[in-house]
């Protein structure tokens, strides 16, 4: 979800839903900004107890993703950012991060919340996190994307018939 255009979602009857928010330790106070928007999101959804977890760098995110995908989660939200330098680091580790919890996603049937800022500068990463005077909170819609997904799965669980 991004911005412009991105969808008015309600969410209900999700209070008992078992989450887990796994985030990146990298760039302190946008990490801040985007775990609070994601707790913050979880509290206005009813969810009360989620789990936290936080691993070295955006990198990390798939491993810990599978892990809890085959735990019971039924949501799981994804917070990282990686910034552009000068080398080609950048598009590797954030194709390798999305192609991660994408696959985590699809093989397991676990939704997972991609917050994951792929920025060009720190200043564009500040302005997303959720922070005061921040344009966008991608920590709260990346909840309620995970969140939304997990309430349509729990919609169609019942075998056709």
Do not use: N
Not at 11 to 18: E, H
Not at 69 to 87: C, H, N, P, S
Not at 131 to 150: N, Q, Y
């Amino acid at each position: 979800m991004s911005g412009k255009g991105a969808p008015e979602l309600t969410v209900k009857s999700c209070g008992d839903l078992r989450v887990a928010v796994i985030a990146a330790q990298w760039h302190q106070q946008v990490m801040d900004g985007l775990v609070d928007g994601a707790l913050r999101a979880l509290h206005e959804l009813g969810i009360a107890e989620p789990t936290l977890l936080r691993v070295p760098g955006s990198f990390e995110l798939p491993v810990v993703a599978k892990a809890l995908a085959t735990r019971g989660y039924e949501a799981i939200v994804a917070l990282g950012v990686v910034i552009r330098g000068g080398t080609p680091h950048f598009d590797y580790v954030c194709q390798g991060v999305t192609a991660g919890l994408t696959q985590v996603a699809v093989e397991t049937g676990v939704p997972i919340g991609f917050g994951v800022l792929t920025c060009d500068t720190e200043a564009q990463a500040l302005d997303r996190a959720g922070l005061p005077g921040s344009t966008e909170d991608k920590g709260h819609e990346a909840v309620t994307a995970a969140v939304a997904t997990a309430a349509t799965l729990r919609s169609v669980s019942e075998p056709w018939r």
